[in-house]
Nanobody, 120 residues
Framework: QVQLVESGGGLVQAGGSLRLSCTAS????IGWFRQAPGLERDFVAA????????DYADSAKGRFTISRDNAKNTVYLQMNNLKPEDTAVYYC?????????????????WGQGTQVTVSS
């Protein structure tokens, strides 16, 4: 059983930055996903158990950085140059088996989500 708690969401103006945190019990691959109203939950970024490997959606490349501090059991998503289209509920998710995945299905554990709103 993996428990996940996200934090760090909020309201920010376009061009601003936010850092999301995901505290996870146990060691696992962590992915960040986001869901805007009326849309599917989409992959944003993922990081391996030791943090050596990362993957990003095209929309996140060059603006978002995923990292982890295993001593604190926390994964971060640093989001810079935010755009109104980044507005969504952001979820972190965990998968026990190694390997980065962009699909939702392999992630068996999900947090409750944190709202990110980017105003224009």
């Amino acid at each position: 059983q993996v428990q996940l708690v996200e934090s760090g969401g909020g309201l920010v103006q376009a061009g601003g930055s936010l850092r999301l945190s995901c505290t996870a019990s146990g060691r696992s691959v962590i992915g960040w996903f986001r869901q805007a109203p009326g849309l599917e939950r989409d992959f944003v970024a993922a990081i391996s158990m030791r943090g050596a490997s990362t993957d990003y959606a095209d929309s996140a490349k060059g603006r978002f950085t995923i990292s982890r501090d295993n001593a604190k059991n926390t994964v971060y998503l640093q989001m810079n140059n935010l755009k109104p289209e980044d507005t969504a509920v952001y979820y972190c998710a965990a998968k026990i088996l190694p390997g980065l995945e962009r699909d939702r299905a392999p992630y068996g554990y999900w947090g409750q989500g944190t709202q990110v709103t980017v105003s224009s």
